[in-house]
């Protein structure tokens, strides 16, 4: 072999261990970063290791932060920052950022000011900011959706509402917004004309617009779901709930690839609030579960027909308001009542379930190292075993009210509560 052969293998050999530590890294970075509601895809698991188990307001808290304002949005941590999203007592929407390491508003920007209809549980804030670490986008109940820079500074802004129409569901909007491959999802799923829309996420310009506008009646159709992100094959799915279907798109152009309906439910209250669950090449869906009287489908992510894409439903355990995970073969969910279960991903047989709680439980549960964290309306916190028996790993609690869905990053968890945002773990 002469010289520039040998020369020229080496360089191959070099790229190629580059490419490869230059994926092992962004997956390490993905790993670490929540960057939106339930973290990365919306899909509410982790794949760190060493996660904290053990908490109270005295022990293994590294900070707390009191926010200038209430919110039933999630904190999402982006490299350094956590950002957050705040209504105060005058109305204003604001977007927060705030130093991960030592727990300090490093800057608060109010958006706009206004209130529309919504329940009492909760207010304006409630959707979910996502970040790339450049940027980050917050919407809110107001149809008032923005991006900012790390500095705070507004680089674009819209009114949905203005745009398309007056949010006209029962509760208020909900809908978190995602993102991938530079383009932001919103999706408005409601009594009045429904849609999907993709925008390019650094101008804010419209890419396409989906009309979904489906057979469901009167609550049926409103949905505080937000979309999720289902990667299988090489290929990336749009998936979403509302109006008793499942419906998934293509993010590059929004043609639709495929649709799962028969979640309506035997009660008028068939509005969807719980989201939905992927993996494993499965995804579940929750119709309904309002006073336990609706059911859990598992379908088949590739399936050629919706004939054969369903693969179980389940007439128990399904929540009102609480997401389910997919985690180690296993569904795990929560009722709103309190008892949360385990069910077998394959089949739908149930592994187990047991109270956790008394009540007051709207909270969608998140999991990561073997453990499931199952938290309450007051904030308290079941850390259960990812297993096939049920196992007790620890109860943490802060006596503080919350809505919020649990952040995971770094080895640390963040609870927002009504009182401010804890950071758990050293």
């Not at 617009?209 to 505080?224: F, G, P, V």
């Amino acid at each position: 072999m002469n010289h520039h052969r040998r020369n020229a293998l080496r360089r191959k050999a070099s790229a190629t261990f580059f490419a490869i530590c230059l994926l092992a890294a962004l997956r390490d970075v993905r790993a670490a970063d929540w960057p939106s509601f339930r973290g990365p895809d919306g899909l509410g698991i982790t794949s760190e290791k060493s996660l904290p188990v053990e908490w109270s307001k005295e022990k293994n808290i590294t900070w707390k932060l009191a926010l200038p304002g209430k919110g039933a949005s999630s904190p999402i941590i982006v490299g350094d920052r956590v950002y957050m999203t705040a209504q105060t007592e005058d109305n204003g929407l604001h977007v927060l950022a705030i130093d991960r390491k030592k727990g300090e508003l490093l800057w608060d920007q109010e958006i706009e000011r206004g209130k529309l209809h919504a329940n009492n549980l909760h207010n304006m804030a409630t959707p979910t900011p996502v970040s790339d670490g450049k940027l980050v986008w917050a919407m809110f109940g107001t149809g008032d959706l923005v991006c900012l820079d790390r500095a705070g500074k507004v680089q674009w802004k819209r009114n949905l509402v203005k745009e398309y129409g007056v949010y006209k569901t029962n509760h208020g909007y909900g809908s978190s917004p995602m993102l991938d491959d530079g383009k932001l999802f919103i999706v408005c799923m409601h009594q009045g004309p429904s849609y999907v829309l993709a925008l390019d996420g650094k101008s804010g310009k419209s890419l396409w617009k989906e009309d979904r506008n489906l057979e469901a009646k009167e609550e049926a159709q409103d949905s505080y779901s937000s979309p999720i992100f289902l990667r299988a094959k090489g290929r990336t799915q749009l998936v979403l709930e509302g109006a008793e279907m499942v419906t998934a798109y293509d993010p590059a152009k929004g043609n639709l690839l495929w649709s799962s309906g028969g979640l309506k439910v035997p009660h008028p209250y068939g509005r969807t609030i719980s989201g939905l669950a992927a993996g494993e090449g499965t995804v579940i869906a929750v119709a309904s579960g309002f006073q336990n009287r609706g059911y859990t489908v598992a379908l088949k992510a590739d399936a050629k027909s919706d004939t054969d894409r369903k693969l179980w439903t389940q007439t128990k355990y399904a929540p009102d308001c609480p997401t389910p995970i997919i985690y180690q073969g296993k569904v795990f969910m929560i009722r709103d009542d309190g008892n949360a279960s385990c069910l077998d991903l394959k089949t739908g047989e149930p592994l187990w379930q047991e109270r956790l709680f008394s009540s007051n439980v709207k909270v969608s549960p998140v999991a990561g190292d073997g453990k499931v964290y199952f938290l309450s309306g007051q904030g308290n916190c079941t850390v259960v075993k990812a297993g096939d028996k049920f196992e007790v790993l620890s109860k943490n609690d802060l006596n503080e009210s919350t809505l919020t869905t649990p952040a995971i990053s770094r080895g640390q968890i963040f609870l927002r509560t009504d009182k401010g945002l804890y950071c758990v773990g050293r």
